[in-house]
């Protein structure tokens, strides 16, 4: 019966006596192993003696008889695993020992064939290391993209924001209104981009903290109320009385989640008005703030409905009105802050949509201190004090943007190329705030705010406000961690980079906001060289300026290309050539550009790259030729 049963086990059996010799094995164990260490009662041999001969199927029965005389020894059941056979397969043994009144009378030995379930899981293995390499190519890649787009758009919008600040004929605002209304397109479906891969990546944090609720959705509501006067729109906002005014959220999440949702209301509709109410709701985990938007546009058809939400999906008639990933990035966010969002739509008629999110009521007292915005300087106040900046950047166009910025606000700037031009700096002037790249050759911003911190400027004697181009999630946590007291973003405006300065310096001069409202983000790529006056509004200052350094610094960059070239330093060739393309980009000498990335991205064997160099000098100097004719040509 016993025997009969075994015989019907999927797994090899073999059975020995209290002296070790076999004497049963099942069918199972016959068929995996060869006849000659299967058969019943072969002199009664021990198995595993068997086991050890050459002509065996184990590659090595070392570790088999090694682990089982330790089991024999200690007369307990146990395992032995890593046990190969000659085919490669590999099996895991367990053992049981018979026991008649404390005596062993014999001795169980069943094997397992685990190949699969290694083969599945180094599969496993493999297939989450090659995810986490992708992850992080793609982070990387984001980080790359958002500092290699963000630092020129940084100083097309800076000079268009120095020339709204100045004195613009209205031709000229005309032209800095489509600038400024394409940047905040183009920074809109960057941000989306940027947005969407990192919540698809898991790697997108909350911040929750404890804000005004109320205040928070009245300046959201604001915002769209402007937006749909200029349609001639009617618009309403109700905040329901039981919702709580304090309460913890991360208040740029859902900000963002309010401005999706209502943008695309005032977007889409065309007649009547768009109404957004506010009010106390419930989810599973706690309590929840409910936002309804509801307009009479026109309306979404039940077939587009289902798939709404999706990435990159759009109702018909909506191809080129963005990305199709702002109500994509809304359902992520939702979920990522413990909600759910919804729409009903009845086409001709309206839509509305609705979201909840989970929020912690709170105390007022819980809340940070807000940072008044500064006052607004009248006849008879004390005139301020001209503060004195260190800037560190080894772009030169962004130095150039960021020292008239300074200038336009009454502040005098000095420029360090790298973190030890900054540490050099200190040791022999005094200065009021540095304004620190955290990208910078030879020493970076990061290192240079530790060293300048360990070497006693403490953040209140010296504030140091970082300058990045980065978009990933951490960076201005890694800046505050490296000892700044603040963080600007490229592009920058410049009434950025007063409100920033007047945080830190004390008495700070504050240059009165233009007429034109500043941008969120950047106008499009690199433009031509003919169009550069287009860049300078007819400043014919700035427009100088611009060209004349572009051009030594660029001859500076092509020197250290071609000495680069010489000593086939790889490394330092892609990190020229980078500078000379962001440069070239800057000012839309694209040739100049093409020819620098190939370079950049090795699209050019190191031994080539000296050639490469010698068409990029000609290059120069018909930009060069475009600048002196554009700059001599009359206003």
């Not at 991360?250 to 009010?279: F, S």
């Not at 953040?459 to 505050?480: D, F, N, W």
């Not at 000379?580 to 050019?604: F, H, P």
Request: proline letters at 5%; aromatic letters at 4%.
């Amino acid at each position: 019966m016993e025997k009969r049963f075994l015989d019907h086990l999927p797994a090899p059996v073999v059975c020995e006596n209290g002296e070790r010799r076999v004497v049963y094995t099942n069918r199972a164990f016959r068929r995996l192993f060869k006849p000659e260490l299967a058969a019943e009662g072969v002199a009664k041999a021990r198995f595993f003696e068997l086991a050890s001969r050459p002509d065996a199927l184990f590659a090595d029965a070392t570790a088999l008889t090694q682990r089982a005389s330790e089991l024999l020894t200690k007369r307990e059941a146990g395992s032995v695993s890593g046990i190969i056979l000659a085919d490669g397969r590999e099996l895991t043994c367990d053992y049981v020992p018979l026991f008649d009144g404390g005596a062993v009378t014999g001795h169980v030995w069943s094997f397992r064939d685990v190949s699969e379930v290694r083969r599945e899981a180094m599969e496993d293995r493999q297939a989450r290391e090659q995810s986490d390499a992708a992850i992080a190519s793609r982070d990387a890649f984001l980080a790359r993209m958002s500092h290699d787009l963000r630092s020129p758009l940084g100083v097309v919008l800076g000079a268009a924001q120095l020339l709204a600040s100045g004195d613009a004929s209205d031709e000229q605002r005309e032209s800095l209104e489509a600038i400024f209304n394409a940047g905040q397109l183009l920074m809109q479906l960057i941000d989306d981009v940027l947005d969407y891969s990192k919540l698809r990546a898991g790697r997108f944090v909350l911040a929750p903290r404890v804000v005004d609720l109320w205040a928070l959705l009245a300046e959201a509501a604001s915002t769209l109320k402007s937006a749909a006067s200029a349609k001639g729109l009617g618009f309403e906002h109700t905040i329901h009385p039981e919702l709580p005014r304090w309460v913890r959220v991360d208040p740029a999440r859902l900000r963002q989640l309010i401005m999706n949702i209502g943008a695309n209301a005032v977007k889409y509709t065309d007649t009547g008005a768009v109404r957004i109410r506010a009010e106390l709701s419930a989810l599973q985990d706690g309590p929840a703030l409910a936002v309804s938007v509801e307009d009479t546009g026109s309306g979404i058809s039940k077939d587009t409905l289902p798939g709404l939400f999706d990435a990159y999906a759009q109702g018909p008639g909506h191809e080129t009105r963005g990305t199709g990933l702002g109500l994509a990035i809304t359902r992520e966010l939702c979920d990522l802050m413990g909600g759910t969002v919804r729409v009903e739509s009845t086409p001709g008629v309206g839509s509305t949509f609705a979201f909840s999110v989970h929020i912690e009521p709170a105390r007022p007292s819980e809340a940070r201190p807000a940072r008044a915005l500064p006052a607004r300087r009248v006849d008879g106040d004390p005139a301020p004090r001209r503060a004195r900046i260190l800037v560190a950047e080894d772009n030169v166009f962004t130095q150039v943007i960021l020292a008239k910025a300074l200038e336009r606000l009454g502040h005098s700037a000095e420029i360090a190329q790298n973190g030890l031009e900054v540490i050099d700096a200190l040791g022999v002037a005094d200065f009021d705030a540095v304004i620190m790249d955290c990208q910078m050759p030879l020493l970076d911003g990061y290192s240079a705010t530790a060293r300048l911190r360990e070497l006693g400027y403490d953040q209140r004697a010296l504030p140091i406000i970082a300058l990045t181009a980065s978009a990933v999630p951490g960076e201005r946590e890694k800046c505050l961690r490296a000892g700044m007291n603040d963080y600007l973003t490229k592009p920058f405006t410049l009434a950025e980079v007063g409100a920033t300065l007047e945080r830190w310096v004390s008495s700070a001069p504050h240059a009165e906001p233009a007429e034109l409202a500043p941008a969120a983000g950047p106008s499009n790529a690199a433009i031509d060289v003919e169009r550069l006056s287009d860049l300078s509004g007819g400043d014919r200052a700035v427009l100088a300026d611009v060209c004349a350094v572009f051009v030594e610094d660029m001859a500076a960059r092509l020197d250290d290309l071609s000495r680069a070239a010489d000593a086939e330093d790889a490394a330092a060739l892609r990190r020229i050539a980078h500078l000379v393309a962001g440069s070239a980009s800057n000012v839309g000498a694209r040739t100049i550009e093409s020819l620098a990335r190939d370079v950049e991205l090795e699209r050019i064997r190191v031994s080539g790259v000296s050639a490469h160099v010698s068409e990029l000098r000609i290059q120069l100097e018909r930009v060069r030729g475009a600048m002196a004719r554009l700059c001599a040509s009359p206003g």
